[in-house]
């Protein structure tokens, strides 16, 4: 008889465990998400690091890549504006020294008008034409057509300036 009162204690408490295991479950299902754990020093950071670009006196609107030579371009523009020469080549793209050897993961890409990438790790060349290369991206303009790059670059050498909000 003792035996089976020990068995259907263990039975009865295995259930009652069981049940509180199952209510905790649900218990935590309707928290909220925890709150965000960066700190505000954090989220200042991430939003002042946006870049903006203006080629001569016009800006341009530009979708940057998310990769280590953007952070690094980022991180220049933490110190302040950033200046480019560019050159006119080959009568499609515009190209200029950064002043500064950015990490690069070149590969091969056809270009397009509005192309932003590194080249050779420390230039930057922005298109108004294609081409096909070895590049590593940086961004793309977004609010230029083909015909708006080409008045913007294909009229003679021009500067760019970057700089971080």
Not at 40 to 68: C, F, L, R, S, Y
Not at 134 to 152: F, K, V
């Amino acid at each position: 008889m003792k035996k089976y009162v020990i068995i259907a204690l263990t039975l009865c408490m295995g259930f009652a465990l069981a049940a509180c295991a199952s209510g905790t479950v649900r218990e935590a299902e309707k928290k909220p998400a925890a709150p965000d754990a960066r700190t505000e020093q954090d989220q200042t950071e991430e939003e002042t690091t946006d870049m903006n670009m203006k080629i001569g006196d016009t800006p341009v609107t530009v979708a940057w890549e998310e990769n280590a030579s953007v952070e690094a371009l980022k991180a220049l523009c933490a110190e302040g504006p950033i200046t480019i020469q560019l050159h006119m080549y080959g009568g499609f793209e515009q190209v200029g020294d950064i002043g500064a050897s950015l990490p690069r993961d070149d590969e091969q890409t056809t270009t397009q008008a509005g192309d932003i990438v590194l080249y050779s790790g420390d230039q930057m060349v922005v298109f108004y034409g294609s081409n096909s290369w070895a590049y590593t991206r940086l961004g793309h303009i977004t609010d230029q057509e083909a015909d708006g790059m080409r008045s913007l670059l294909g009229n003679g050498d021009v500067t760019v300036t970057i700089t971080a909000e």
